[in-house]
């Protein structure tokens, strides 16, 4: 468990923010790198000599595209994935974010040999960071080559609400990616279950609090991984739940074609795959409404399809190659797009 200092533009603002809905996005970012070489990262593609020609220019243009989707939902919190660091982070919101109320951001700290990691930008102020992290000894042992994932980033916000609403936590997780099959699944299946013990000792803690659990979980909700995920399939089963039990409103898009569900499209398999999601859940005291808090909006939950995309059916992120250059030199935008994942919202209204 680690801590780290919030970096915020403006540390006091006042409490006319206090409002009744609530927006939150969860957005893979994809290699959202400065342009410097971290001797102790395996970032060196990602710099003005690397394989991707990562000059400032390409880095602008890309925080431009991600400013723009952002800026066209106005969501109060955003949680990233796939953010380099701080400086990356700081920089994004200075230049595109920060005249639009987004005044508050963190990025937390990472074991990841590329230096990814997860992050938040938010309308709302900030109140407390922690970091878990979820890496397990006996990772090796089963063969996945991999030891590490990415810190599960918890950041509590101040809603401007009295009472138990005051605080809304997010949880943001990016999960290890599907190389190693049905072992890497094992590697998620474990983080599925810190994640769950983290939520019920929060929601244990503070009856009538509200947490969501966002991100990029490299899997669907129907994939093994969520097994020992405690969950219920209709948001109107969540009033008589115990605390922690989450409520996925990824669920309502079950029925859709993959095209139409998909939040990420698997160039190897050249299939759309549904693995950015919301978990919802609360205590007791919430979910049973006897307090007053932020409650999902039923329907509410959708996929941001958004111009910076080749087309719709393979949303590409911000990669320039050397053939690529002379064209990209001719836009003032990168063409390629803001990320290679579409975000997710819901809303959450005061009740």
Request: with cysteine.
């Amino acid at each position: 468990m680690k801590y780290s200092i919030i970096f915020s533009i403006f540390l006091i603002f006042g409490q006319s923010f206090a409002q009744e809905t609530l927006k939150i996005m969860s957005f893979n970012a994809h290699n959202l790198f400065d342009t410097y070489n971290d001797p102790l990262t395996k970032d060196e593609d990602f710099t003005p000599r690397g394989s991707q020609l990562w000059t400032k220019m390409v880095l602008h243009d890309k925080m431009k595209n991600i400013a723009e989707v952002i800026l066209k939902e106005m969501p109060d919190v955003v949680g990233f994935s796939e953010i380099e660091n701080s400086l990356v982070l700081k920089e994004l919101v200075e230049r595109e974010l920060k005249s639009s109320g987004y005044h508050y951001y963190y990025a937390g700290p990472s074991e990841d040999s590329r230096g990814i990691r997860c992050a938040v930008i938010s309308r709302l102020p900030i109140l407390n960071t922690e970091s878990y992290n979820v890496n397990r000894d006996d990772w090796l042992l089963i063969g996945t080559g991999k030891s590490k994932t990415r810190d599960i980033l918890r950041v509590d916000f101040d809603t401007g609400k009295k009472g138990a609403a005051k605080t809304l936590t997010v949880l943001v997780n990016h999960w290890p990616s599907k190389l190693g099959g049905e072992k890497a699944q094992r590697m998620r299946a474990d983080v599925a279950q810190s994640m769950s013990q983290i939520t019920a000792k929060i929601a244990k803690r503070y009856t009538g609090r509200r947490v969501v659990s966002l991100g990029d979980f490299n899997d669907d909700i129907t994939e093994k991984s969520f097994d020992k995920v405690p969950q219920v399939k209709l948001y109107s089963k969540m009033k008589s739940s115990a605390a922690g039990v989450f409520y996925s409103p990824s669920r309502e898009l079950l029925s859709k074609s993959p095209l139409d569900r998909g939040t990420y499209y698997y160039s190897r398999k050249l299939q759309w795959q549904t693995i950015d999601h919301m978990f919802i859940a609360g205590g007791v005291l919430l979910n049973s409404k006897r307090s007053k808090g932020f409650h999902y909006e039923p329907g509410s939950f959708r996929i941001v399809r958004h111009r910076h995309a080749v087309n719709r059916y393979f949303p590409i992120g911000c990669n320039i190659t050397y053939e690529d250059r002379k064209e990209a030199k001719l836009r003032k935008r990168c063409y390629k797009g803001a990320s290679d994942h579409w975000p997710i919202v819901a809303e959450f209204k005061y009740q």
